[in-house]
């Protein structure tokens, strides 16, 4: 059986539109790829009014994110869809991929007013009656200076971000730091990931993560062991190794940069298509 059975490949691009094959004999409508559909809408109002408006395209569902889908199973409340409601944005320019960790580089609340930790919480709704088939998530950010946004995620949580850490033991499935104060009421860290950098970083091939299935102050259980960013098996990393933990995030997407002034608001509408058939 060839190994890209399914596969979506792109011949050409022509402007707006791809030229695009699978090999796949199968019965499903669409190719694997396209089962999940995703889309960004920008408005950029000042003094609300409306002063630009864009469809941003398709992002990238994430290898952590599929792989939240899969092990849905283990968190007691789940870790895709109903959580993944909390919009950030940044600077980053590099083109997203699957394999992609988080943003490349956070706009922090410093430059937003009314953030969480940098986050926007989003309101949901399915497409209405004539496509119920869609989930959308809504949000608004709003400038506290000049900047210029390229790149967005959408996030399981909007809890800050444990980083600059260095761990003091690792096995094949945990990662231990005896002085840490790892959150544990609740679910804890339960389905965010771990990647061993000195910041989240989008590189494949030199770093590792692994996804929490529980925690306690000082450890983290990983629900799969550790993984390539793009979820091949990984080595065990070092003992002592520099690490970070952040909100599991399921879509992510780089754009031309939608400039914004200082109390410009930016609504974001994420629209994510899943497509029986496939």
Known sequence: MPKDRGVLHTLARLGDVRLMWARDRGDAYTPAHMVFQSNLDAEVRRN?????????????????????????????????????????????TTAAAAADFFLQTAITSGS???????YMTGTQSIGGNASPNVYKTVATFTAAGSLAVTEWV????????????????????TLTDSGATFTTSGNGLAAWTTEIATSAINTPT??????????????????????TLANAAASTPSATSNYVVYPSI????????????TSDTLQLTYSLTVTSGG
């Open 250 to 261: 399921w879509d992510h997407k780089v754009f031309s940069a939608v400039n914004l002034s």
């Open 206 to 227: 030199s770093t590792v993560m692994g996804q929490v299935a529980s925690n306690t102050a000082t450890a983290l259980t990983l629900v799969e062991g550790w993984l």
């Open 154 to 173: 959408l996030a399981m949580s909007n809890a800050a971000a444990f980083t600059g850490r260095t761990s003091t033991a690792t096995s094949s499935s």
């Open 112 to 118: 937003l007013t009314g953030s969480t930790n940098g």
């Open 48 to 92: 609300g009014k409306l002063i630009e408006k864009a469809n941003l395209g398709s992002g990238l569902v994430t290898n952590i994110g599929v792989n939240l889908m899969a092990n849905d199973f283990s968190w007691a409340a789940g870790a895709t869809l109903k959580q993944m409601n909390y919009h950030a944005i940044g600077t980053g």
